[in-house]
């Protein structure tokens, strides 16, 4: 198993930064790519970004794009999002999850393990 756990999250105004952190530990070498899904209250759980290990390519959401950086330390086994810009409407928990298979993919079926999550409020 992967067991990933989030952190970061807190209280920002509208167009500040916060930057997301995602640490893996267990079977790791399993795990092909992360990526981080958010889901805000009477919401449905929805894509931003994933990441490859190898390689570093990279797969966003349109909603986000120009804003957040997805980006990982493979000797730490940490990825990280760097939210910038931020709005109101990015307010949601954040998740992390691991794909164990090839393909960078934004379905929530295609990642195999997930974090537990990490408040992100945006004020307006």
């Known amino acids: 198993q992967v067991q990933l756990v989030e952190s970061g999250g807190g209280l920002v105004q509208a167009g500040g930064s916060l930057r997301l952190s995602c640490a893996a530990s267990?079977?790791?070498?399993?795990?092909?790519?992360m990526g981080w899904f958010r889901q805000a209250p009477g919401k449905e759980r929805a894509f931003v970004a994933a990441?490859?290990?190898?390689?570093?390519?990279?797969y966003y959401a349109d909603s986000v794009k120009g804003r957040f950086t997805i980006s990982r330390d493979n000797a730490k086994n940490t990825v990280y999002l760097q939210m910038n810009s931020l709005k109101a409407e990015d307010t949601a928990v954040y998740y992390c999850?691991?794909?164990?298979?090839?393909?960078?993919?934004?379905?929530?079926?295609?990642?195999?393990?997930w974090g537990q999550g990490t408040q992100v409020t945006v004020s307006s």
């Open positions: 990441i490859r290990w190898s390689g570093g390519s990279t």
């Open positions: 267990g079977r790791t070498f399993s795990s092909y790519a």
């Open positions: 999850a691991a794909r164990t298979r090839p393909g960078l993919v934004s379905s929530q079926s295609g990642y195999d393990y």
